[in-house]
Nanobody, 121 residues
């Protein structure tokens, strides 16, 4: 497995921006896709997006497409989630993940600790 450590939680106003980071260590960190998921109160953990091991390919959930961007710096073993045009519906605990390449959480075997993102109206 891979160890994943996420940056601290964040607070933003509606329309604002935040950036999450996720540092990986353990199994060769740069050789696999990385995903982001989120879980809002009372809801299932849902897919946000995934980036290929090279960083050249990304795929996003429709709910965040055009607002969120995933990137990675393999020299630093770090993946980023840049979030723009935030709205209160984006409030959730965000998790980075490794070990999978699709949209289902069951595909991933490594998870970060999760950090809270709160968007106020």
């Amino acid at each position: 497995q891979v160890q994943l450590v996420e940056s601290a939680g964040g607070l933003a106003q509606a329309g604002g921006s935040l950036r999450r980071s996720c540092a990986a260590s353990g199994r060769t960190s740069s050789s696999y896709p990385m995903g982001w998921f989120r879980q809002a109160p009372g809801k299932e953990r849902e897919f946000v997006g995934v980036i290929s091991w090279s960083g050249r390919s990304t795929y996003y959930a429709d709910s965040v497409k055009g607002r969120f961007t995933i990137s990675r710096d393999n020299a630093k073993n770090t993946v980023y989630l840049q979030m723009h045009s935030l709205n209160p519906e984006d409030t959730a605990v965000f998790f980075c993940s490794a070990g999978g390449r699709g949209t289902k959480k069951s595909e991933y075997d490594s998870w970060g600790q999760g950090t809270q993102v709160t968007v106020s109206s």
